[in-house]
């Protein structure tokens, strides 16, 4: 059931900025210089994965906290309480037996994952991964097997993360095409004798053993062309035991399906539509002319989602938190429908119901077609 305001929210919402959704303490850094960016994200998610694998608070079983109801505001701290919040969802979601799980938030700040430099994206969204598994294998004591999508980007994360991984007990790397030699690896094996001879970096392990013996997989930074190596993995190596879809943008990768040169719609209909919405926050930028100054006016938020909780309209206030302003227990927001809230929440729904001025705002389509193709899905995970 869909609820127009959230009861817990009794205070004022205030008029929000267009920022993205940033830990409340974060380093001011210097975002014309891209290699500043990537060299200091790299030292604080690498100083991340070291502290929670050493000894601390990280080194014992974190206690799951109840979720059901929702937030009335979010604001992460950090980056460890985002992957804190993450971990836990899932924790909730492997008690319930779920097996196809989703996480999905921004893993970059400052800049979004598609907008800024892929390289950043990709290392920052491993790292994040690393600090996740190495709590889900002390909370669980299930060994976590993280996918990349191909040999390739295997080898280089390994040679990355080499010392990271040597420090974290039940978490392995691995890709999407393990089995199958790559044309690198078909070069490389003439002159080292074997697809994982050793080079100037040392040997590079064959995840197929640790592949075997993973109770859970991660996959990550996979594209839309990748989308059906996913599948096949997922259906031969992992068809009974749980896989998780870490920040690979769904959405964003949905809306490439049928289109020339990509994977058929029917991926989503029969695979993606299988996992269910762990831990989710996706942020949304609107802006309304007006006819009284300041003439616009932008505002944003971000639909977000923490199982079992509901899933919530967060609009962004002044002081970068999130409140919530409308919740459904049942079903996920449509693109539409989040703005609607949105707009409605911050009383710019002005126009008459009906009115060709409304229509004129809203414009013909205001929903995707994996959100109108309901009746095609084989399963609904992904819309509760």
């Known amino acids: 059931m869909k609820l127009n305001s959230c009861s817990r929210v009794n205070a004022p919402v205030l008029a929000p900025s267009g920022a993205m959704l940033q830990p409340a303490r974060r380093t001011v850094l210097d975002t014309h210089s891209l290699s500043s960016l990537r060299t200091i994200r790299q030292a604080q998610l690498h100083k991340l994965c070291v502290a929670q694998a050493s000894t601390g608070d990280a080194g014992t079983p974190q206690p799951v906290e109840d979720r059901r109801s929702g937030r009335t505001t979010y604001r992460p701290a950090s980056f460890t309480e985002l992957v804190g919040d993450a971990v836990q969802a899932i924790r909730t979601g492997l008690e319930d037996g779920l097996l196809r799980m989703e996480v999905e938030f921004p893993s970059v700040s400052n800049v979004d994952g598609y907008k800024g430099a892929s390289d950043l994206y990709i290392d920052s969204n491993i790292q994040l991964a690393l600090a996740a598994a190495k709590q889900i294998a002390i909370d669980t004591g299930k060994s976590v ?16 993360f080499k010392s ?3 420090l974290i007990d039940q978490v392995t790397l691995g890709h999407l095409q393990e089995g199958k030699q790559s044309m690198f690896s078909q070069f490389t094996s003439l002159f080292t004798g074997g697809v994982n001879g050793s080079g100037m970096d040392g040997p590079i392990p064959d995840p197929a053993n640790a592949a075997a013996n993973a109770d859970m997989f991660m996959a990550l930074n996979a594209s839309t062309i990748e989308l059906p190596d996913f599948e096949t993995y997922t259906n031969d190596k992992a068809a009974s035991k749980p896989m998780i879809a870490w920040n690979l943008e769904l959405d964003t990768l949905r809306a490439d399906l049928g289109l020339l040169g990509f994977p058929p719609k029917d991926l989503q209909y029969r695979f993606l539509s299988q996992f269910k919405p ?4 996706r942020q949304r930028d609107y802006s309304k002319t007006v006819a009284v100054s300041p003439f616009i006016i932008n505002y944003s938020g971000c639909l977000f989602r923490e199982y079992p909780g509901p899933w919530q309209v967060m609009l962004r206030q002044d002081n970068g938190v999130y409140a919530c302003v409308a919740e459904d227990a049942e079903r996920r927001y449509g693109l539409g429908e989040f703005k609607i809230e949105l707009t409605r929440a911050m009383g710019l729904n002005t126009e008459p119901e009906g009115s060709a001025m409304a229509f004129l705002r809203s414009g013909y389509k205001t929903s995707t077609w994996w959100e109108d ?6 399963h609904k995970a992904w819309r509760s």
Do not use: C, G, S
């Not at 990349?148 to 990355?160: G, S, V």
């Not at 762990?278 to 926050?281: D, E, K, S, V």
């Open 373 to 378: 193709d309901e009746e095609l899905e084989q």
């Open 145 to 160: 097997h993280i996918l990349l999508p191909d040999e390739t980007e295997y080898r280089r994360a390994y040679k990355m």
């Open 164 to 166: 990271t991984l040597n």
């Open 278 to 281: 762990m831990f989710y926050i």
